[in-house]
């Protein structure tokens, strides 16, 4: 069964500071693999995603994530974090059973 | 184009009542998957459905059932509500339940948020 694992459920960042979320995943098989945002009181906004076409996966707002199968590793990066990144992401793993197992979700803080 | 909408948007109910919520895709999907987000918590798939066929079931009690019309929109019953059911739900679309590469992934809706009481 898949698994999906998120290092940290609180992170603060400075504005303007780097941005890293942590997520692995467990599977005998790589899986497809997904980040989400999610604001307060709102439903889930797709981030990226990794479907084996590219390792490294550039998503939407700066957000980009890499794959790396030895490390069983899925983290997402953003180079200057903005008071608008401010939200809750979820990583979450989808394989043959097709649907998606998501992880505890990280809390990510953008201190001025 | 509407993405994935839902309806209501809240809902408060009292224990021991039933309750559905209800889920239109985006236009032209025809999967369509149920997700429990405790507060706290990630999402817990519940249900999929393709082509008004139950793919995928979750770890949930019988209470819980769901059902595809013919035009790919999906209702979702709890019965016999507990607090403990108190959630936000989601419902996530999709254009396919086969994998396809890079056409593969969901569309999630904005989730109804039931309170029991």
């Known amino acids: 069964a898949q698994s999906v694992t998120q290092l940290g459920s609180h992170v603060s960042v400075s504005e303007g500071a780097l941005v890293l979320l942590r997520c692995n995943y467990s599977?005998?098989?790589?899986?497809?693999l997904f980040w989400y945002v999610q604001y307060p009181n709102q439903g889930l906004q797709l981030l990226l995603k990794?479907?084996?076409?590219?390792?490294l996966v550039k998503g939407i707002n700066g957000f980009e994530a890499e794959f790396k199968k030895s490390e069983t590793s899925f983290h997402l990066t953003k180079p200057s974090a903005h008071m608008s990144d401010a939200a809750e992401y979820f990583c979450?793993?989808?394989?043959?059973?097709?649907?998606?197992?998501f992880g505890s979700g990280t809390q990510l803080t953008v201190l001025p | 184009d509407a993405g994935v909408t839902q309806s209501p948007t809240h809902l408060i109910k009292t224990r021991g009542q039933h309750v559905t919520l209800r889920c239109s895709p985006i236009?032209?999907?025809?999967?369509v998957s149920w997700y429990q987000q405790v507060l706290g918590q990630g999402p817990q798939f519940i249900f999929q459905?393709?082509?008004?066929?139950?793919?995928g079931r979750g770890n949930f009690p019988d209470r819980f059932s769901a059902r595809q019309f013919p035009n790919y929109s999906s209702e979702l019953n709890v019965n016999a509500l507990l607090l403990g059911d108190s959630a936000l739900y989601l419902c996530?679309?999709?254009?396919?339940?086969?994998?396809?590469?890079?056409?593969?992934?969901?569309?999630f809706g904005s989730g109804t948020r039931l309170t029991v009481v």
């Open positions: 236009s032209g999907h025809k999967s």
């Open positions: 459905y393709y082509e008004k066929e139950e793919r």
């Open positions: 979450a793993a989808s394989g043959s059973a097709r649907q998606l197992t």
């Open positions: 990794y479907t084996s076409a590219a390792t």
């Open positions: 599977s005998s098989v790589p899986p497809y």
């Open positions: 996530a679309s999709s254009s396919t339940f086969i994998t396809t590469g890079t056409n593969y992934g969901y569309t």
